[in-house]
């Protein structure tokens, strides 16, 4: 894994973003499976687990999470002595982005992961939705009710996430 990783470096400082999705030859972001396991080989998730490894955060969409079923993101040892070396938690903090707030609560990425994850939403919702959606995880509300990519990212990096990863596609 850290031969893939030295082919898709981070910078030693600052802000960075990296966009990571497969497609088919047809464009689609899906395969037969519904979702993109059948159109990723081995070296597509060597290239992710990679990147991943070292980033701070990974920041998909709600239908994302629906279809792609996420594991928990646990620690994991063979990168805690890099991680730590360069001032990273345990592991990288999953961030969804939702505008309902209608996710899969039960799912063990909410409950099994080694940092509780973000959940990054607009504002005007019932306050039981925000209520249900802390239980789970820590809310990011976009300020004036606008879901504008540069205000999530400002967030972000208020929080000290500056290697961040957007994966998905849906």
């Given at each position: 894994?850290?031969?893939?990783?030295?082919?898709?470096?981070?910078?030693?400082?600052?802000?960075?973003?990296?966009?990571?999705?497969?497609?088919?030859?047809d464009g689609a972001p899906v395969g037969p499976d519904g979702g993109s396991r059948s159109l990723s080989g081995p070296a597509d998730l060597a290239a992710l687990l990679?990147?991943?490894?070292?980033?701070d955060a990974v920041v998909i969409g709600a239908e994302t999470l629906r279809v792609e079923r996420y594991k928990p993101f646990r620690?994991?040892?063979?990168?805690?002595?890099?991680?730590?070396?360069?001032?990273?938690?345990?592991?990288?903090?999953?961030?969804?982005?939702?505008?309902?707030?209608?996710?899969?609560w039960e799912e063990p990425v909410f409950t099994e992961s080694a940092l509780r994850?973000?959940?990054?939403?607009?504002?005007?919702?019932?306050?039981?939705?925000?209520?249900?959606?802390?239980?789970?995880?820590e809310g990011l509300v976009a300020p004036g009710g606008r879901g504008e990519p540069a205000c999530l990212l400002d967030e972000l990096y208020a929080l000290r996430?500056?290697?961040?990863?957007?994966?998905?596609?849906r």
């Amino acid at each position: 894994m850290n031969d893939v990783a030295s082919h898709y470096p981070w910078p030693a400082s600052g802000r960075y973003v990296r966009a990571m999705m497969v497609m088919g030859l047809d464009g689609a972001p899906v395969g037969p499976d519904g979702g993109s396991r059948s159109l990723s080989g081995p070296a597509d998730l060597a290239a992710l687990l990679a990147i991943r490894s070292h980033s701070d955060a990974v920041v998909i969409g709600a239908e994302t999470l629906r279809v792609e079923r996420y594991k928990p993101f646990r620690e994991k040892p063979e990168f805690q002595e890099r991680r730590a070396a360069q001032g990273l938690d345990v592991a990288p903090r999953l961030v969804v982005v939702s505008a309902s707030l209608k996710l899969p609560w039960e799912e063990p990425v909410f409950t099994e992961s080694a940092l509780r994850p973000l959940v990054a939403t607009v504002g005007g919702h019932d306050a039981a939705w925000l209520d249900r959606a802390r239980e789970h995880a820590e809310g990011l509300v976009a300020p004036g009710g606008r879901g504008e990519p540069a205000c999530l990212l400002d967030e972000l990096y208020a929080l000290r996430l500056r290697r961040i990863v957007c994966e998905g596609g849906r």
